[in-house]
T-cell receptor, first 111, second 113 residues
Framework: EADIYQTPRYLVIGTGKKITLECSQTMGHDKMYWYQQDPGMELHLIHYSYGVNSTEKGDLSSESTVSRIRTEHFPLTLESARPSHTSQYLC??????????FGSGTRLTVV | GNSVTQMEGPVTLSEEAFLTINCTYTATGYPSLFWYVQYPGEGLQLLLKATKADDKGSNKGFEATYRKETTSFHLEKGSVQVSDSAVYFCALKQTTNDYKLSFGAGTTVTVRA
């Protein structure tokens, strides 16, 4: 019943490759977020967007970039992946006075 | 600024035991409070929420009461099952002009048969 979708679920990629993690939601939410999380550990906000053409950096500095060209789509890009980028990346969106709805996450491993 | 402090884990329990995970917060005004659960290999799912003082959120046998006087939102379940093994996150959202949740560090709960 998830209304927010992340692809791929798992990705193993070599150092130096460019990757894009996809996040799409069908709920029409303006507000979307990317978190980085080592499995079962704290969540760190790396990017957020409050609408089309609006993006901001989060609390944790990240070498990734994001774009928001359409309301439903909020992809995250790493231009040159490194082993330090190995982590789980969670996408979320927010309705007006409710909390977040999260996607299932992308588990990224850079070798 | 806003902050959420959770009881440190990991917590290990036997089936049918009583579970409490403490959560206290620092915020101005009257934030909304949430508990999220993360099962292994998954994203976070909203477990329950409360939007004003003395509200009780409940779901799947879990309960938490919004206590303004003690700035707390402790999670409880009377009889846990193995399937409750997960990481639990407490979170808050300011009510106005702030659209980011502040999360606690998470508490890992393992329930043994």
């Amino acid at each position: 019943e998830a209304d927010i979708y992340q692809t791929p679920r798992y990705l193993v990629i070599g150092t130096g490759k460019k990757i894009t993690l996809e996040c799409s939601q069908t709920m029409g939410h303006d507000k979307m977020y990317w978190y980085q999380q080592d499995p079962g550990m704290e969540l760190h906000l790396i990017h957020y967007s409050y609408g089309v053409n609006s993006t901001e950096k989060g609390d944790l500095s990240s070498e990734s970039t994001v774009s928001r060209i359409r309301t439903e789509h909020f992809p995250l890009t790493l231009e040159s992946a490194r082993p330090s980028h190995t982590s789980q990346y969670l996408c979320a969106s927010m309705a007006a006075n409710y909390g977040y709805t999260f996607g299932s996450g992308t588990r990224l491993t850079v070798v | 600024g806003n902050s959420v402090t959770q009881m440190e884990g990991p917590v290990t329990l036997s089936e049918e035991a009583f579970l409490t995970i403490n959560c206290t917060y620092t915020a101005t005004g009257y934030p909304s409070l949430f508990w999220y659960v993360q099962y292994p290999g998954e994203g976070l799912q909203l477990l329950l929420k409360a939007t004003k003082a003395d509200d009780k959120g409940s779901n799947k046998g879990f309960e938490a009461t919004y206590r303004k006087e003690t700035t707390s939102f402790h999670l409880e379940k009377g009889s846990v099952q193995v399937s409750d093994s997960a990481v639990y996150f407490c979170a808050l959202k300011q009510t106005t002009n702030d659209y980011k949740l502040s999360f606690g560090a998470g508490t890992t709960v393992t329930v043994r048969a």
